[in-house]
């Protein structure tokens, strides 16, 4: 039951920030500054690029698990998740399954062999299993991708925010911007880690005063779920196998493993983090410990969309004009409830910026480490750690500065933000596909990587951008607006939108905006059957992962048997995942052995240690004398990876 005080909806006015909803919120940007600082003071006498792009490569699990928690949960899914609950209804929740999948295969099928590697990026494996080219090629698609979205994810929160709460737009924006640049450049992967972890605290922290406080005022969430239940808000039994339907179980479930597979498993930015632990353990138990972490984000938001939209099931915001777009009606709710207690506003706003610092701060981190490792290091390999060091910090700077350009940039965009979204997506897709079919198909050759990822791309982009410019509907539940004091737009009170700023439509799921869901305009189901290309263009973003991948692998393979297929003896065994092995470790070893077509995998994976052994025994014999090593045949080549030599037989 509310109470007494009055509401948007009730008074045509939102409110707005007060004194000390500023200084909570610059405590929370000094505290992340000073953290940066910190590490940057206590390791200014270490030049190391291992230092400053991997933490040294000894951190806790801990910390490692909290920043891939904060790295892509960002302010986009803090906004979006509860406006998805009020919009469509409780069947998101379902997604929630899917985090299990997804941090299975990041953890045993692609960080095993980035972490065995000891790569610096996720890029360097291409080269090793494929070419130099397929490397760049992958360099450059994961850089212009992670630009994008910075510019986007500082943008869109803090556009929202100024219209709901009339903190200042491009205050917002240069302050969260600059101060995130300078303690990513100056405090390296530590001070990545350390403030991922607080912004994370802080994220909990806001979603629960809200939730808390929301549960006061509606008489519990009991009541809130019962008003969302009679509103045709609560279902969890769409399971429809049709790839159309936005969000069926099977999407949400299946499709959104591959998504999130793509984020965790082969993206830079959280590939760099898992990296950075001391043992493969310790970076497999991050990723799981990380996994609950997901859960408690997820099951925070949709709790307060459910209260949101009792909270306004008699009056739509949007319906009313308080708000122009989904994203701004979570601000507008935290206002409504908690502008009465000086500073909770401020707190709110500093949970939904420690989402952006975070991914900010993981995309710079990232950018520094593929420009530094996979562009400028190939071609100058002899500089000195120290040069190195301090043009990664150079590196991350300038990637700052242009991510505030491109921000300004967006805010000239208008409508086509979303185009730029569903690009980042579409750009991510592929890639999941080519390190796929690098791992676990052993005959591809790099024309087949080339095919592959460049037909994935072009397919991609052609069902992004015709879903874009079709804009294909989806069915939403009703919504009311009798509880609306109608009245005030008769006297000329009811605040006018501000016609000068763009609202963005923000998705739910920050990796896979890859389709313009029309969120707010559909309120029924498209008139009529879906046929031909419109039915290729209304499938849900949701599938836009699993079907890249597919495409990459099919043609992939089809080039590679085509053109001459690599042959998986003469592959190195640590740029192959014995997947039957990962995957059905209880089957006999006679079924499994020839499933890993002769390639023999030592450590965890060798079913056989003896049949290992003998081959060992068989390519080289090592003979040490003061200190040095003897190769006995000249048929012995030597392979450098990170501070380790591996030996194998040449064939």
Aim: net charge neutral; aromatic share 12%; glycine share 8%.
């Amino acid at each position: 039951m509310l109470s007494d005080r009055s509401y948007s909806f009730n008074t045509g006015q939102k409110n707005t920030f007060s004194t000390v909803d500023y200084v909570i919120f610059g405590a929370t940007l000094a505290v992340s500054t000073f953290i940066g600082f910190f590490y940057a003071i206590k390791d200014r006498k270490i030049s190391d690029t291992k230092l400053f792009l991997l933490a040294g490569g000894n951190m806790n699990f801990v910390p490692v698990s909290m920043s891939l928690l904060a790295s892509f949960m960002s302010a986009i899914t803090l906004l979006g998740t509860p406006a998805e609950m009020y919009n469509f209804g409780t069947m998101y929740w379902w997604i929630g399954l899917s985090y299990a999948g997804s941090v299975a295969l990041a953890a045993h099928v692609y960080v095993p062999i980035f972490y065995r590697l000891r790569v610096t990026t996720c890029y360097e494996y291409l080269e090793m299993r494929f070419s130099r080219g397929v490397r760049l090629m992958g360099t450059c698609i994961f850089s212009m991708q992670m630009i994008i979205y910075m510019s986007i994810v500082l943008y869109g929160p803090s556009l929202a925010l100024n219209a709901v709460t009339g903190l200042s737009l491009w205050g917002a924006i240069i302050s969260v911007g600059s101060l995130c640049t300078i303690y990513t450049a100056i405090g390296g992967m530590k001070a990545v880690l350390w403030t991922d972890t607080f912004q994370t605290v802080m994220m909990i922290v806001g979603l629960l005063a809200t939730l808390i406080q929301g549960c006061y005022e509606m008489g519990g969430f009991t009541n809130a779920w019962n008003i969302a239940e009679q509103n045709h808000r609560v279902y969890f039994d769409d399971f429809r196998a049709d790839p159309t339907v936005r969000h069926s179980f099977w999407a949400l479930t299946i499709g959104s493993a591959f998504l999130w597979g793509s984020v965790y498993g082969t993206n830079q930015a959280q590939v760099q983090r898992t990296l950075s632990c001391g043992s493969l353990r310790s970076a497999q138990l991050a990723l799981w410990v990380n996994f609950p972490g997901l859960c408690v984000i997820l099951l925070l938001s949709c709790m307060v969309g459910i209260v949101m939209y009792a909270f306004y099931s008699t009056c739509d915001p949007i319906s009313f004009k308080l708000i122009m777009a989904s994203d701004q009606m979570y601000p507008l709710f935290v206002m409504d409830l908690l502008s009465h207690v000086p500073g909770v506003p401020g707190l709110f706003v500093a949970c939904i910026f420690s989402g952006t610092l975070s991914t900010i701060s993981s995309g710079l981190n990232s950018l520094s480490a593929v420009t530094l490792t996979d562009i400028i290091r190939p071609v100058f390999p002899d500089i000195s750690e120290k040069r190195a060091t301090n043009i990664s910090k150079i590196i991350a700077l300038l990637y700052g500065v242009l991510c505030l350009a491109l921000t300004y940039v967006a805010s000239k965009l208008g409508n086509i933000l979303q185009a730029a979204l569903s690009l980042f997506g579409m750009l991510g897709a592929p890639m999941l596909g080519l390190f796929t079919l690098g791992m676990i198909y052993p005959w591809a050759n790099y024309k087949g990587a080339y095919a592959g990822t460049l037909t994935s791309l072009v397919v991609m982009l052609w069902i992004g951008g015709g879903a874009y410019i079709t804009k294909p509907s989806s069915w939403r539940p009703p919504i009311s607006t009798e509880g609306c004091n109608w009245n005030l737009t008769q006297d000329g009170r009811l605040s006018p939108w501000n016609t000068t700023a763009t609202p963005v439509l923000i998705s739910t799921i920050t990796t896979a905006d890859v389709i313009n869901d029309t969120v707010i305009a559909s309120a029924s189901l498209a008139e009529g059957p879906v046929e031909g290309l419109d039915r290729l263009y209304s499938l849900s973003y949701l599938w836009y992962s699993c079907l890249a991948m597919l495409i990459v692998c099919v043609v992939g393979i089809i080039v590679s048997l085509i053109t001459g297929r690599q042959d998986p003896r003469k592959l190195d065994a640590r740029l192959v995942c014995p997947i039957f092995d990962v995957m059905f470790p209880f089957l006999p070893e006679r079924w499994r052995k020839p499933l890993r077509f002769g390639i023999v995998h030592e450590g965890k994976y060798a079913a056989d240690e003896a049949e290992a052994e003998v081959r060992r025994e068989s390519i080289l014999t090592l003979q040490e004398e003061d200190g040095s090593i003897k190769l006995p045949s000249p048929e012995i080549e030597v392979l450098l990876s990170g501070n380790k030599v591996h030996i194998t037989e040449k064939r």
